[in-house]
Structure formats: structure tokens, C-alpha cells
């Protein structure tokens, strides 16, 4: 249908389609398109109804890590990034910070991330994104 596809044309409404779309499914598409409408594929509903927060499962897990992370511990886990090479004690010095308050802080991380050094505790809120290089 040419005045469908010109009118979809003219709206600048992007649909993406699989190779094996054909025809009046194409049509449909493109009409529920241009109404505002959404047209979902099998994958698409299956991604939806599994993830219906809209978030990764990457996203999700560090989500909940940021819910068990208390401000304070977010501000050792920077820490923990930025004095990497210094003992516990002078990186509690360098931050203002009692070491036996930075210790206990730091225990507590490393239940909540699985680890037991700090090293790796490092890596792992970089990776979940809780702390930025």
C-alpha cells in the first residue's frame, strides 16, 4: 500500500522488522506505527513480561547493591578506589576516618559484594557501575 508507506515516510516513524515479515503484517505494523501505537514481536513480549522494570538483569543487580549500600559505604567503596595503594590505616587517615570505623565499613562491603580483599572489592563497584574511575 503506497499511501501507507509515504505517510509513514512523511512522519519519519521508524519500524524495525524481521526479514521474514511480509505483507499485511508489514501494513498493520506500519498503521499501528503511525497511530502511536506499538506492535511487539514474540521476542519482544517475552523480553517485556520477563523484565517489566524495563532494566537488565545488570542494571537490576546493581540496583539492589546500591539499596544494601549505605552512604557511608559508598563513600569507603570511593575510597577504596582512590587510596587502592595505601594500608587501611593511612587511607582511614587520608579520608578523616577512624580505622577500626573504616575496617568494620569495609567487612561489611566485602559481605554485601562476595568478596575479601580490597582489591577485589574495587573491581567489583567498578563493575556494577557504583564507583567510576
Do not use: W
Not at 2 to 12: P, S
Not at 26 to 51: I, K, W, Y
Not at 77 to 98: D, H, I, P
Request: glycine residues 8%; proline residues 2%; contains cysteine.
Amino acid at each position: 500500500d503506497e499511501v501507507t508507506m509515504l505517510r509513514v515516510y512523511r512522519k519519519g516513524v521508524q519500524v524495525f522488522f524481521h526479514d521474514s515479515v511480509e505483507g499485511d503484517a508489514v501494513l498493520c505494523a506500519l498503521n499501528m506505527a503511525l497511530t502511536g501505537g506499538v506492535v511487539h514481536s514474540v521476542v519482544s513480549q517475552r523480553l517485556l513480561l520477563e523484565n517489566p522494570d524495563g532494566l537488565t538483569q545488570a542494571e537490576r543487580n546493581r540496583e539492589n547493591l546500591r539499596k544494601k549500600v549505605s552512604p557511608k559505604q559508598l563513600e569507603v567503596l570511593e575510597g577504596a578506589v582512590r587510596f587502592a595503594g595505601l594500608s587501611e590505616t593511612r587511607m582511614a587517615k587520608q579520608m578523616r576516618m577512624n580505622p577500626g570505623t573504616l575496617h568494620s565499613h569495609l567487612m561489611d562491603l566485602y559481605g554485601i559484594f562476595g568478596v575479601n580483599t580490597r582489591a577485589a572489592l574495587s573491581v567489583a563497584a567498578i563493575r556494577v557501575g557504583l564507583v567510576r574511575v
